[in-house]
């Protein structure tokens, strides 16, 4: 069966035998959460690049009987039905807008069963920030908290803190003194030197403040990450461009908190042209949602894994588990 996962993002497609094996694999970008906090309203060009792609898969699959989803970003637009509607006449796709709760149960499905074909089990916690929304689920506990990169760094994107040269010149003239920071908020103060950049990242505290606490009171040593951020980033830390991306190679690979703050700062001087390349996404969202997850995580392990709602759609119709 093919499953469809459209996200706020992208659009993430896969194909499954019988046995839940993998036949085939689709990913897009979208960007159906661009503009919609200022319009409220998924964009024509969103739109546009919706149909192209499903031009792309209808190639090869049939639509119709494609099991699709849809999320935050469908979930707040207000033509949602209008471009379902349409999509449905035009491509003969049925899909389905599903809470919070249920695309974090879905998710979940999705990367258990890929720790499990690497044979990690454990007691984890489980983290997918995407484009407007970020699902964290532990054990029965399955919570959806309304912020996103694309979210975010739109709303704070234009905005930043005066120029202040002290912490520059303690930096130059004691090189070796940021070694020794522990605090995350003035390590921010002594690395990031671009205005823009050190108010999104303070600013990504205040975001993640309510997920943080509830992370904390889980009381869980190892969070499970799978959203584009940490594949990307641990691609990246491979050497990877998005044309050569596999997720074999990503699976079970490790990040720690200090990686996001290390490529939010890389990928926010890389040119435009250069990161689209890379990893096929703006070199702004990608450095906030860096910034989220370092604001967010401390010491925890991190693992990665590619597998999440588009395998746990497939895998919940064809074992018929109902949420």
């Known amino acids: 069966m093919l499953g469809i996962d459209l996200g706020s993002n992208t659009l993430r497609a896969v194909q499954m035998d019988e046995e839940f094996k993998k036949i085939k694999e689709y990913e897009f970008v979208v960007g159906a959460a661009r503009n919609l906090n200022q319009s409220g309203k998924i ?40 471009i379902f509607d349409n999509l449905k006449e035009e491509f003969g796709i049925i899909f389905e807008l599903i809470d919070p709760k249920i695309e974090a149960k879905m998710s979940v499905l999705g990367m258990q069963a890929g720790l499990l074909e690497l044979g990690i089990w454990g007691e984890f916690a489980y983290c997918d920030l995407g484009g407007a929304s970020c699902e964290l689920a532990f054990k029965n506990s399955f919570i959806s908290f309304d912020f996103g990169i694309i979210s975010f760094y739109e709303k704070n994107q234009y905005l930043g803190f005066k120029t202040n040269t002290f912490y520059n010149k303690i930096l130059k003239q004691y090189p070796q003194f940021i070694t020794r920071i522990k605090d995350k908020k003035l390590k921010i103060h002594f690395l990031i030197k671009d205005n823009r950049l050190k108010y999104l990242a303070f600013k990504a505290f205040d975001e993640v403040d309510k997920i943080k606490k509830v992370l904390k009171s889980f009381k869980v040593k190892t969070v499970i990450l799978n959203s584009g951020v940490p594949t990307m980033l641990s691609a990246l830390k491979q050497n990877r461009i998005y044309e050569g991306y596999e997720a074999s190679k990503i699976n079970g690979t490790r990040l720690c908190h200090k990686d996001f703050l290390n490529y939010a700062i890389k990928l926010f001087y890389m040119q435009e042209h250069k990161t689209m390349k ?8 990608l450095s906030a949602g860096c910034l989220l997850f370092y604001a967010l995580f401390d010491r925890h392990k991190l693992l990665v894994i590619d597998e999440g709602l588009r395998e746990g759609l497939c895998l919940a119709s064809m074992k018929n588990i109902k949420f």
Do not use: C, G, P, W
Not at 54 to 68: C, G, T, Y
């Open 43 to 82: 964009s024509q060009e969103a739109i546009k690049k919706l149909k192209d792609v499903l031009k792309v898969l209808a190639k090869e699959q049939d639509l119709s009987k494609a099991k699709a989803v849809a999320t935050a970003a469908f979930r707040k637009a207000s033509n949602t039905q209008e």
């Open 278 to 285: 890379q990893v096929s996404m703006r070199n702004k969202y």
